[in-house]
């Protein structure tokens, strides 16, 4: 069974910077054959995708709400995937949630299985 666990969320001013993990266990292929997806969700919305990393992480695609301040990237060789988040601002607070990109199709989650529990990002300005 596929577990995500997202962890390096809290509270910062706006402008400061946070850096979010997600460790990954229990596939069926291994963690360096899926495409991993961040995506989040601020109150009252609907969740809305960040970010997608290919397989071997040579390939990064971004929102236009979050490019050139965060940064995608993955360690498979511990199973895990990371979200730097520079600059950030009062619109980015949220609750983040790693995922598997179940088509390989940039920016879309909303059929993805497989989410994490999520890690809250609180910027205030």
């Known amino acids: 069974q596929v577990q995500l666990v997202e962890s390096g969320g809290g509270s910062v001013q706006s402008g400061g910077s946070l850096r979010l993990s997600c460790a990954g266990s229990g596939f069926s292929f291994g963690f360096s054959t899926y495409d991993l997806s961040w995506a989040r969700q601020a109150p009252g919305k609907g969740r809305e995708w960040v970010a997608d990393i290919n397989s071997d992480g040579r390939k990064t695609y971004y929102s236009s709400s979050v490019k050139g301040r965060f940064t995608i990237s993955r360690d498979n060789a511990k199973n895990t995937l990371y979200l730097q988040m520079n600059s950030l601002k009062p619109e980015d607070t949220a609750m983040y949630y790693c995922?598997?990109?179940?088509?390989?199709?940039?920016?879309?989650?909303?059929?993805?299985?497989?989410w994490g529990q999520g890690t809250q990002v609180t910027v205030s300005s």
């Open positions: 995922t598997v990109n179940k088509w390989g199709a940039v920016g879309q989650i909303s059929s993805n299985d497989y």
